[in-house]
């Protein structure tokens, strides 16, 4: 395997493990609805906050393109642990599984918050803007030119 798809599937893991560990600290699960007390602080949080962290960690981990894969970890997680609930667990009373075009919803405010993170995690360690040393080199003049 290339060097780059092993930094990219490390950063993809790292990422993933961020946002569900993340989740569990909070002790959120978005995928649950009981009425208008879910949106409470800790789950706006785990929406915007912790998405965000993961984007970081995902675009300082592999540099520059990390924009772009950052929007997976989240979507990789909320795609899981939506499926696990569906699928493996008893909903507890009082608590209802959203409804997919709500879920859709919400996976996509995950996503954006990553995205601000990846964006912001490639200004940080500032490889987004900067050109590679050889490029440098190739654009200067030989130094016997005369001007």
Request: proline share 8%; net charge positive; aromatic share 16%.
């Amino acid at each position: 395997m290339k060097p780059r798809y092993a930094l990219g599937s490390a950063a993809l893991m790292i990422g993933s493990a961020v946002n569900y560990f993340g989740d569990r600290l909070l002790g959120v699960r978005i995928e649950f609805f009981h009425g208008l007390s879910t949106f409470s602080g800790a789950w706006m949080l785990d929406v915007f906050i912790v998405p965000f962290v993961a984007g970081l960690v995902v675009a300082w981990i592999f540099g520059q393109g990390g924009k772009w894969l950052c929007y997976f970890p989240p979507l990789f997680v909320r795609c899981l642990a939506y499926a696990q609930i569906a699928l493996f667990e008893q909903v507890p009373p009082g608590n209802a599984l959203i409804p997919l075009g709500w879920w859709g919803f919400f996976v996509i405010l995950v996503m954006e918050s990553a995205a601000f993170g990846g964006i912001l995690g490639e200004v940080f360690i500032k490889r987004i803007y900067t050109r590679p040393a050889s490029a440098k080199l190739a654009s200067m003049p030989p130094p016997d030119a005369k001007p």
